[in-house]
């Protein structure tokens, strides 16, 4: 079947490769799956999958700069932010083998009415069974963590697709899962092509398939699973940020600059439309041009690297065709606004580009920000809520009233408070609502997904 060669983003460098499996070997992997499911329908002891995931943490510490760097030179994201995500990795399994004792069953009160009188009933939890993961680049070992840790925390098999950018984290993820003691058949990896893809995932033996990546490929799958897998999306948004007269623009330019260039603005919740009213929204966006055009943009595995490359070249294209539209359209290039090279564009800042372009109406995951001068709340409220993706929001302000409006009016499932869209601890609900995803992320939320209720009737 041959192998899929993995190279730094930024300069196409080898970084090394992973076996590419055939239909074949995904059908043979959903077989050791089912009986696997079958033969163990409780899952491991709860005792034995924590020891695992605890002894898996410890050999991850163990390995720290290892996993960095290769995310960096897999994924292209900056060495100092792929060490913060190798520590968010690390707490994500270690919270994973604390949380197997939150996950269990209830009472049930049965004398509500008389009918019930006499009885007793409890809830326990059982393992979903198979799971099928399929994964995105831009967190290409935390959101592996997020996917395949609360499988084994729940108790299922678990079959794991990482992007085919970023297989490498995935692949070192599993085997120290297999070094901390889970038998392989516990936790397989495999990568494949799209059709052997959509066979792993459309199998009726699958369970639960949890997705992260685009929404068309997310809802596309969705339509075509066996009836009754359940199933988890993870989708992308276009993070709209509100600042308010009363807001600190010293506090906040710090925090746009982060939440708007993290990873190259590779991230499903980044900042990308930013609303300004009462104020001048031209300083505003001067004050965060001149920031943004001091980041050091270069290979991730640099030291001094702030801003990576994208993940593919042509990603860098795209990222140009859209800013190019909206100028042409009449925005303004506040700084960037321009490739650096085949694999980087510059940290860009728009001002006022027409709402229809497609830097204002969709997920650009590309290191560019637009900000928008508009009349009041209610007008900004009004755009932010335009769009059919609400994930992340946030407000910036130091007034009460202000403050509860938005958070009451504006559409998405967490709304930041004087903070940027991009801030997630793992351990919080994660989730997109309309076609930003389906079901809910973050470690605990996610066990409980992969778990399922059965109720006991005692007469």
């Keep these: 079947m041959g192998q899929l060669n993995v190279s730094n983003p930024f300069d196409g460098s080898p970084v090394g490769e992973v076996k590419l499996s055939p239909e ?6 959903l077989s050791i799956a089912e009986k696997t499911h079958k033969t163990n329908r409780k899952g491991l002891p709860r005792h034995e999958r924590a020891a695992i ?7 991850m510490k163990g390995r720290a700069d290892e996993l960095a760097l290769l995310i960096a030179s897999e994924g292209g994201k900056p060495l100092i932010d792929a060490k913060v995500e190798v520590e968010r990795a690390i707490d994500g399994v270690e919270t994973c083998a604390a ?8 009472e049930v009160p049965m004398d509500l009415t008389p009918a019930g009188n006499g009885k007793m009933a409890f809830t326990i939890k059982e393992p979903i069974g198979p ?9 290409p070992l935390n959101l592996i963590v997020h996917q395949v840790a609360p499988a084994v925390a729940a108790g299922n098999p678990v079959i794991v697709k990482p992007a085919d950018d970023t297989p490498l984290s995935c692949k070192t993820f599993v085997e120290i899962l ?26 009726e033996r699958v369970a639960f398939l949890s997705f992260i990546g685009s929404a068309a490929v997310g809802w596309k799958l969705r339509s075509l699973l066996a009836p ?48 300004s009213f009462g104020a001048s929204a031209r300083e505003l966006a001067e004050k965060i041009a001149d920031n943004a055009a001091g980041l050091i943009v270069g290979n991730a595995i640099d030291a001094e690297t702030q801003c990576g490359p994208l993940i593919r070249n042509r990603e860098v294209d795209r990222v140009e ?13 506040v700084c960037g606004g321009k490739r650096l090279s085949a694999s980087c564009y510059a940290p860009t800042l728009l001002l006022n580009p027409p709402e229809t372009c ?25 755009q932010a809520n335009s769009l059919p993706f609400a994930f992340q929001a946030s407000v910036f302000s130091n007034d009460y009233t202000e403050i509860m409006e938005a958070v009451n009016s504006l559409d998405g499932s967490a709304i930041m408070v004087n903070d940027h869209s991009a801030f997630r601890v793992d351990w919080m609900p994660f989730a997109g609502r309309k076609r930003s995803g389906l079901g809910v992320g973050g470690i605990s939320y996610t066990l409980e997904e992969m778990s399922q209720s059965k109720m006991v009737v005692f007469s």
């Design 53 to 59: 995931l605890k002894r898996a943490a410890e050999l």
């Design 131 to 139: 799971v099928v993961a399929i994964s995105a680049f831009n967190h």
């Design 321 to 333: 065709q859209w800013v190019k539209e909206a100028v042409d359209s009449g925005a303004e290039v």
């Design 358 to 382: 497609r830097v204002s109406s969709q997920e650009i995951f590309g290191p560019v920000i637009s900000l928008y001068d508009k009349k009041n709340l209610d007008d900004t409220i009004a």
């Design 228 to 275: 009754g897998t359940r199933v988890a999306l993870e989708h992308g948004g276009v993070a709209p940020v509100i600042v308010c007269p009363s807001a600190d623009k010293e506090q906040l330019i710090p925090s746009l600059l982060k939440g708007g260039f993290y990873h190259s603005g590779q991230v499903c919740v980044s900042v990308q439309r930013v609303f």
């Design 99 to 106: 949380d197997i004792a939150n996950n269990a069953g209830y």
């Design 24 to 29: 074949s070997d995904v059908d043979h992997a």
């Design 178 to 203: 297999h070094q901390a003691g889970l038998a392989p058949e516990w936790a397989q990896f495999i990568c494949c092509d799209v059709s052997a893809a959509q066979k792993l995932v459309t199998d």
